[in-house]
């Protein structure tokens, strides 16, 4: 995928922009409220996917006006495409001049990661952000997987339920069985696509990983479930031998302790806990490594390479990493923003946009 083209009006702070990207790095550099990251998201609404601000749609037009336009000019699917998008009531999308029926089924067409600051919640928070990660990265390439995972979340839902009536009602047993049946049948098809993804992820991650550290470090991921528990139960039968054990202490809480729902990818660099002992620097690098390892994934499946949004990623990088992301990410076009005018001083083979007040000047 490659942006050749992308124009904006009356979108957030910008008015009209026009600008033809270059097909590597292109660098957005400015001071801080100056339309930045607003020129990122407007290139990723054309994926299809809701703003990574968790913005609402009507929200992004620019005060006092009543519609917001984009319209993006790309290669992609190995021919010359452009996808307009309107922002009115409705978000409006039109993919080679034919108005589709709705803005989700642009979805696939146009293709790009984001990484933004927010995304460092993969590495510092709790397990459901990185199960969120698995999860929606997984749902882009098998377009079963999120049904499956639906599938499994109502078993979940339907066993707490009848854990908590159980003790007054024991003629639910016999239904409590036939949830947990399909707890386990569904538990055991989404671990298998889990790590199977996460497997191939892995040495993309680790390979990125290493570049951008040069080498000194190595980053490690690796799915765990429960982590007393040691070796994984990826089979219907081991599950369902774990849910039977746990159903005792499960009732107590009305919940169900065990299950892909409560899994974590434990991420380490040389070995240590990167949540826990890992510097800014590093975090910021394995959840970059993470998306980006995300977008190989997808090139490796789709063949499609999607466009990377890098969102103010610069910023606590050492020189020898910055030089990684602007020189050395190979065969794909990236859109970097920054404040530092003196990051560009690195650059070797790019363009670069000046944005003040959302006008490129
Ligand atoms: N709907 C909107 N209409 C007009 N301005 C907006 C709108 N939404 C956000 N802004 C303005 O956009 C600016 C932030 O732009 P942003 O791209 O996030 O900055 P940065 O250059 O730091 O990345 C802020 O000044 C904000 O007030
Ligand atoms: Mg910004």
Redesign the pocket.
């Known amino acids: 995928m490659i942006v050749k083209r992308l124009s904006i009006e009356n979108f957030?702070?910008i008015e009209k922009m026009n600008i033809e990207p270059c097909d590597r790095v292109n660098v957005i550099y400015?001071e801080?409220?100056?339309?930045?990251?607003?020129?990122l998201e407007s290139i990723w609404l054309c994926t299809g996917c809701k703003s990574f601000r968790g913005t609402k749609d009507k929200?992004?037009?620019?005060?006092g006006e009543e519609k917001a336009k984009i319209e993006l000019d790309f290669f992609g699917f190995d021919r010359n495409q452009q996808m307009k998008v309107e922002i009115e009531e409705k978000r409006k999308v039109q993919l080679n001049g034919i108005q589709l029926p709705s803005a989700n089924k642009s979805l696939g067409e146009f293709l790009a990661v984001v990484f933004s600051p927010t995304h460092l919640s993969l590495i510092k928070q709790g397990p459901s952000e990185r199960r969120r990660f698995l999860d929606t990265a997984i749902g882009q390439l098998r377009p079963n997987y999120a049904s499956l995972l639906t599938k499994y979340n109502r078993a979940v839902t339907q066993r707490n339920a009848i854990l908590k009536d159980v003790y007054h009602h024991p003629e639910l047993l016999d239904t409590l069985d036939i949830w947990e049946d399909s707890l386990a049948a569904y538990g055991e098809r989404i671990l298998n696509y889990r790590l199977s993804y996460l497997e191939k992820l892995k040495k993309e991650v680790k390979d990125i990983y290493s570049g951008l550290s040069c080498g000194k470090e190595e980053i490690g991921l690796r799915y765990i479930q429960d982590e007393e528990k040691g070796a994984l139960c990826e089979k219907k039968d081991e599950l369902l031998e774990v849910l039977k054990a746990s159903r005792k202490t499960d009732m107590l809480t009305g919940t169900t302790s065990f299950g892909p729902h409560r899994d974590d990818i434990e991420i380490t660099i040389n070995g240590i806990s990167a949540r826990r002992f890992g510097s800014q620097g590093q975090q910021r690098s394995c959840a970059l490594a993470l998306k980006l390892g995300e977008a190989s994934m997808i090139k490796k499946i789709s063949t499609q390479q999607p466009v990377a949004l890098l969102d103010d990623v610069m910023s606590e990088l050492d020189i020898s990493r910055q030089d990684y992301i602007l020189n050395h990410i190979k065969d794909w076009q990236v859109f970097i923003?920054c404040c530092d005018p003196n990051t560009i001083l690195h650059l070797k083979n790019g363009k670069t946009f000046q944005?003040e007040n959302g006008k490129v000047i």
């Open positions: 957030r702070n400015g801080n409220a100056q339309g930045k990251t607003n020129t929200e992004l037009i620019r005060f923003t944005i």
